[in-house]
């Protein structure tokens, strides 16, 4: 299961590297994730997370330093690059079972009011 974090910079990444599945990315397109309350960039969070990412084999990140610039060499790997398809189909299954559970709750009520005018005698 992933955090909160962890989906955000999946779908970033997915977006950012496109159908190449790999890109050159810099540090600026990760800082409104990796910035924390005092708005200071935090760097071994990124760290942390592209590494929690990498061992369960979805991504594999490489930073390196440019000119002015760092980047990070974005890699997805094959279970990666299903990530949106499964995000898609967690949701659906959670709409399945909310709605399973009030169409449950909307039947029991109606059984439960049909046996009470049973019982009571009061037919019609």
């Known amino acids: 299961m992933l955090t909160k974090i962890e989906k955000k910079l999946m779908l ?58 760092k980047y990070v060499f974005v890699e997805i790997l094959k279970k990666g690059k299903n990530f949106n398809a499964d995000i898609k189909r967690e949701k659906r299954r959670v709409f399945l079972i909310v709605v399973r559970t009030i169409l449950l709750a909307v039947l029991s009520f109606a059984v439960t009011i049909i046996l009470k005018k049973i019982f009571s005698g009061k037919i019609f």
């Open 12 to 69: 970033l990444s997915d977006k950012l590297c496109g159908e190449k599945s790999k890109a050159l990315i810099p540090f600026s397109c990760f800082a409104e994730l990796f910035t924390n309350k005092n708005g200071v960039f935090d760097e071994n969070l990124m760290q942390n997370t592209f590494l929690t990412l990498f061992k369960q084999d979805l991504i594999d990140a490489t930073i390196t330093k440019g000119k002015n610039e």
